[in-house]
């Protein structure tokens, strides 16, 4: 009965295999092994996602609704998929018009949920769309390990491109070999031209009212469900109930063969993937289902006509390419009708591997054309090979210990420690050197788990580097020794990071008026922390949610970074004088946010204190009633700009 129960759940979990393998159209290259999979989350937070969506609810908090059931959803099927999110048109307002406006916000991690809502909850929205940028970012410092990942992108957005960038375009030469299934694209708005704009790019999902998310989420997962499905360990039990099968179940994993009764062999090619399946059928002309332990139809191959003979080519057979030249002597150009010095070759031409083939670095310029002058925006910085700026003069030694354990295969973990127990969970990108060449040979994210553990990253090559991290070029361990066989330990010694406070284009003056609520955000239940603005605080590198006291109050999430020093800039302050005729008495005030007017206090004149304030630099109106019946009278805006330092008279006529 076990055995029955076992074999039935085998050929359950292999039919799913092989169908999944015949349908989709790129297959990961196993060889031999799970690869992970990774979902990677684009979000659109630019100014529109300001407004209003359905019942009253704004279209960026729809998002981060859709995103959370997402990330539940695909645990449900298996918690060890990592999540990533990548952000636009968050970090700079509608004026500044920055088309370069990106980052990744939450490296990919394994059950990072909180993590995730801990991050959404600090991002507003603010600027422009860049989707275009914001995708070929993603290819070139995302997805940056196809062969071991399968990666999965999804875009939620309520527009199109703002900036000029063709998606199409990035799609086609960037993201088309680094994806696992097309992406898919989930609307916030009911606009039939955008089905159309992204048709090149995904599938389109249309999501525009609360009941539109449960469907919509229901068909990512079960569209991602083959790499979610199985988990290592049933990848392990497929494996021993195979090897454990009758002769007629007999299947290897991954298959080999498909060979008929008379002995032709046919080869069923994957199309990402030149290994051919194969599965073994038995000499027998007729199943007995007997044999199977459960009743089945027979299944009667008399009816099939005698199979014709195929040829297949033996791979060992094919003959490599020569490149030998014999009896070469010096070469003529003349023939070529060129002038160039003889060059003489000898012995073979080694032929160049693809793996060593660079691409040219293509960079593209958008300019907006309109009649009257724009300002566009400076070109990011040029991306180059990092090895050409890692050897910084002056950079001093750090301290760091190796330790290993035997295992069966060579493995990497990076760990951040004060030395004296305390562990730290930042997620840099870590590079491994050539001391040699200074070329960067390997890179990869240090992501961690639920517990704060590194994830241990496979298939670094054995050998002696210098170990680095992308963002701090000055901090180098020396001398890195990645044995084979072995779990190799890093442990980096690292010290806490400085946070302090300065005024914007002040540095001189003391920001003497404010305190600030430091809150650490990289762990579910992180340290708060008053700081006056005036002193330096250490802290545990990692990112914080800060909370400036200023009027209307100033929200900062920054990256604390180890062994740095973070200052914090804000604008200096200037002064709002409300005047009125006596006849109204309470304003409310909204502040500008992209390209939107929220309400953020309300005065009431009465009080002598509110008709002189001390706020922020930046555009404002007041909104009021005016006359005997305020309530039913209508209401008046008066736009206004306070700048800093300077006193700006309100006359609420």
């Known amino acids: 009965m076990l055995r029955s129960m076992r074999l039935k759940r085998f050929i359950s ?167 696992y299934f097309k992406p898919y694209i989930v609307s916030l708005e009911n606009d039939p031209t955008l089905k159309k704009t992204y048709s090149c790019m995904g599938d389109f999902l249309q999501v525009t009212n609360q009941g539109d998310i449960p469907p919509a989420v229901g068909t990512i997962v079960e569209a991602f469900r083959p790499v979610i499905k199985i988990t290592q360990t049933e990848y392990k039990e497929l494996q021993t109930i195979s090897a454990n099968a009758p ?187 050539d001391p040699e060449t200074k070329q960067v040979l390997k890179r990869f994210f240090r992501t961690i788990d639920a517990d704060g553990n590194p994830d241990p990253q496979h298939n670094i090559p054995v050998g002696v580097y210098d170990l680095s991290f992308a963002a701090k070029t000055n901090f180098v361990l020396h001398g890195v020794e990645i044995q084979q066989h072995k779990k190799n330990k890093i442990f980096v010694i690292i010290h806490s990071t400085s946070l302090s406070f300065a005024y914007d284009k002040a540095p001189d003056r003391p920001v003497s008026e404010f305190t600030a609520v430091v809150t650490e955000r990289n762990k579910a239940h992180g340290r708060v922390q008053e700081q006056k603005c005036t002193d330096a605080q250490m802290y545990e590198p990692g990112n914080y949610h800060i909370v400036i006291n200023t009027f209307p109050k100033e929200i900062r999430n920054v990256d604390l970074d180890f062994d740095d020093e973070t200052v914090i800039t804000i604008p200096q302050p200037g002064f709002a004088k409300f005047t009125t005729d006596g006849n109204t008495r309470v304003i409310t005030l909204f502040q500008r946010l992209g390209d939107k007017f929220l309400p953020f206090h309300t005065l009431d004149l009465n009080d002598p204190r509110s008709q002189h304030l001390q706020m922020q630099p930046g555009e404002y109106q007041a909104h009021y009633q005016k006359g005997p019946g305020q309530a039913n009278a209508a209401e008046q805006v008066i736009l206004f700009v306070v700048k800093p330092t300077q006193e700006t008279e309100v006359i609420l006529k």
């Not at 998929?81 to 004026?95: W, Y």
């Not at 999965?152 to 070999?177: A, F, P, Q, R, Y």
């Not at 009816?303 to 014999?326: D, G, R, S, Y």
């Not at 724009?374 to 002056?394: F, R």
């Open 247 to 433: 002769s007629v179940l007999k299947v290897s994993v991954p298959v080999k063969t498909w060979k008929t009764p008379v002995g032709a062999s046919i080869s069923l090619l994957s199309p990402a993937d030149p290994k051919p399946f194969n599965i073994t059928l038995p000499v027998a002309k007729k199943i007995k289902k007997t044999e199977l332990g459960f009743t089945l139809p027979p299944i009667v191959m008399d009816a099939l006509p005698p199979p014709e003979k195929i040829t297949v080519i033996n791979p060992t057979h094919q003959k490599p390419f020569n490149t030998a030249v014999a009896n070469t002597g010096n070469i003529n150009t003349m023939d070529l009708g060129l002038k160039m010095p003889p060059v003489a070759v000898e012995g073979k031409i080694a032929a160049l591997k693809p793996a060593h083939l660079r691409q040219l670095p293509v960079i593209y310029v958008i300019e907006e054309l309109k009649l009257a002058t724009v300002k566009v925006p400076s070109l990011p910085k040029i991306k180059t090979d990092q090895a050409a700026t890692l050897a910084v003069p002056g950079e001093k030694q750090r301290e760091y210990r190796i330790e290993t354990e035997d295992a069966s295969e060579t493995t990497v973990e990076v760990y951040f420690t004060n030395g004296t127990g305390t562990f730290y969970s930042t997620t840099p990108q870590v590079l491994l050197i």
């Open 13 to 179: 979990v292999f039919l799913g295999v092989f169908c999944a393998y015949s349908s989709i159209a790129q297959t990961p290259q196993m060889k031999g092994e799970l690869v992970q999979s990774r979902i990677l989350i684009l979000l659109d937070e630019s100014s529109s996602m300001i407004e209003t969506w359905a019942d009253g609810k704004e279209k960026y908090m729809a998002a981060r609704e859709l995103i959370a059931k997402l990330m539940d959803s695909v645990y449900a099927v298996n918690n060890q998929v990592e999540f990533g999110l990548r952000v636009f048109g968050h970090q700079h307002t509608v004026a500044e018009n920055n088309c370069y406006d990106t980052r990744l916000e939450v490296a990919f991690s394994k059950d990072n949920k909180v993590q995730m809502g801990l991050r959404l909850a600090d991002i507003h929205p603010l600027g422009v769309t860049p989707i275009a940028y914001a995708l070929s970012q993603a290819a070139e410092n995302d997805l940056l390990d196809e062969k071991h990942n399968v990666y999965s992108i999804i875009l939620i957005t309520d527009g199109g491109e703002s900036c000029g960038g063709d998606i199409c375009e990035v799609m086609k030469n960037l993201l088309k070999d680094k994806v």
